[in-house]
């Protein structure tokens, strides 16, 4: 934005998305959220913004529900239940995905005993349920990347669907719920700093979760089962809590890494200028908080980014992929033997020659966050084109490659990337058009049919892969899995009743170590 001295007074351009206060003179610039700078004449941040760009939300009353946008705070019980609520529905998926996960391992395994092959290359057959599952979650985490998106004015007709999408989220991503509303003010450690802690945290107190109810379910069950053990039982329920933290890594990775590439994602504003003019914001600054200068000696910025995002960065983009790289070398000749099938999320449904394929979709999803990420130093429109082509890549790299086992499951993904790329470049419609003197709404007729359409397409395909679980679950072992979570709310009564009231039979023998079960 022009800023100038004449007579002793300082004037400002005023233009609706461009912000009033900051700039350099040789450029405007545009704020990331057009309705935050209202362009009226009055040379301040709408309601509820304040600071560089109108990027930081007014305390108190008001927090951050996505970067560059606030919204009044809600209760601290609401935000707090929600919040819960969506910890608990994460739960539940990671709980069903490691339930057909080993299912499917089960039914891998049996085959390799008996002497059958590995997964074949392309077979045309059924896929288990986790082969459908997987992609779906899949395109639901690049979904959210493409809906995160800032500048874009999303018509009404996607608005529901992505807020529906940020609430799945939102146990990864405090922002979706205003989480920064309910964090303490009055500490040394500041309210960005500490929603990051809280994302990376999240899969910990998942896993913990986890383990509570783990550790829960073997005692019921040793104390049901009059021929088992409490040391047996949580040997099988230690096991399957491995194969749970994988599907909790995988479900929270992108969103993991959108926290800890977000500590480097910076601005530039102003350049240092000489009089008339005045440059109020010089240098560049945290997207997380435009209030504070990056790099800056001293500053949080600096000592959050060095000392907790660089590691963390190491660790997930290149500890992390070398890691599961060296494991499933290693292991390439027993990969589908029993003693690896908690390990088999990994691996089980891509071909036995690109069984190491999930280190690419590791590798791509980085890629793809880092463009969202640090897009935001593009502009909206170069953000948006460059997260068009990266996902055209990966799903050309997907129809060449055809990395699943299943020919169903690989063209359910193959979908699913469809899907998300189509979206990605339809939003290529929805950017304001404008200039420094004015921004021009697009067409609302327009931005309503075109939003209708992607509706359409993503809801023709989430629907295709309803159909596609409801054939392929076996619905005989949810009904006993639901029967054995009972009997183990029983608490093992029902069980020592029967064994009481039946007649003892001659020459019967105590069974051995219980075998595990999928459940």
Not at 92 to 102: G, M, P, R
Not at 369 to 390: D, E, K, P, Q
Request: charged letters at 10%; aromatic letters at 10%.
């Amino acid at each position: 934005m022009h800023v100038w001295h004449a007579g002793g007074a300082q004037h400002t351009l005023s233009v609706q998305g461009l912000h009033p206060h900051t700039c350099a003179c040789a450029a405007a610039c545009r704020c990331r959220n057009p309705e935050a700078c209202p362009g009226n004449g009055s040379n301040t941040c709408a309601a509820g913004y304040k600071s560089n760009l109108c990027g930081v939300c007014q305390w108190p009353g008001w927090g951050s529900s996505a970067p560059f946008v606030c919204r009044k705070c809600w209760s601290k019980t609401a935000i707090i239940v929600l919040y819960v609520l969506a910890g608990v529905l994460m739960l539940a998926v990671a709980k069903l995905l490691c339930f057909f996960s080993l299912d499917f391992a089960n039914v891998v395994v049996v085959a390799n005993g008996a002497g059958q092959a590995a997964p074949a290359s392309g077979q045309p057959a059924q896929p288990a349920p986790n082969e459908v599952l997987k992609p779906f979650c899949i395109y639901l985490q690049f979904s959210f990347l493409v809906a995160s998106m800032q500048g874009l004015a999303w018509p009404d007709t996607l608005k529901v669907p992505f807020q529906a999408l940020s609430v799945l989220f939102s146990s990864a991503s405090p922002q979706s719920l205003g989480l920064e509303c309910i964090l303490p003010r009055n500490t040394r450690l500041p309210v960005p700093v500490q929603g990051f802690l809280l994302v990376m945290a999240m899969p910990l107190l998942l896993m913990v979760a986890l383990v509570v109810l783990e550790t829960v379910k073997a005692y019921l069950a040793s104390k049901r089962n009059a021929n088992s053990t409490a040391g047996s039982a949580f040997a099988i329920e230690k096991k399957r809590l491995v194969a749970q933290s994988i599907i909790v890594c995988f479900l929270f990775y992108p969103l993991m890494l959108r926290a800890v590439m977000g500590l480097f994602a910076c601005i530039t504003l102003d350049q240092a200028v000489s009089f008339p003019y005045v440059a109020k914001a010089v240098g560049s600054f945290w997207t997380g908080d435009m209030s504070q200068q990056c790099w800056v000696p001293g500053g949080y910025h600096r000592i959050a980014a060095f000392g907790l995002g660089l590691p963390l960065l190491i660790i997930l983009v290149l500890i992390l992929p070398a890691a599961m790289l060296g494991f499933i070398l290693r292991h390439r000749k027993d990969l589908y033997s029993d003693k690896l099938r908690h390990f088999s999320f990994m691996f089980s449904n891509y071909r036995p020659k690109v069984a190491w394929w999930e280190v690419v979709v590791l590798l791509q999803t980085a890629t793809l966050v880092a463009i969202s990420v640090f897009g935001f130093g593009l502009g909206t429109y170069y953000s948006c084109l460059a997260l068009t082509a990266g996902l055209a890549g990966t799903m050309v790299l997907h129809a060449w490659m055809r990395p699943y086992a299943s020919m169903e499951a690989g063209r359910t993904s193959l979908r699913g990337l469809a899907c998300v790329t189509f979206t990605s470049f339809a939003a290529l419609s929805f950017l304001p058009v404008g200039t420094v003197y004015g921004q021009l709404a697009v067409n609302q007729a327009y931005a309503i049919t075109a939003g209708a359409f992607v509706l359409i397409v993503n809801t023709v395909y989430i629907v295709s892969v309803a159909v596609q679980l409801v054939r392929a679950i076996r619905w005989t072992a949810i009904v006993q899995m639901v029967r054995k979570m009972l009997g183990l709310c029983c608490g093992g009564r029902c069980a020592q009743q029967r064994e009481q009231q039946a007649p003892a039979m001659p020459g019967t023998v105590k069974s051995g170590p219980p075998v595990e079960e999928v459940a």
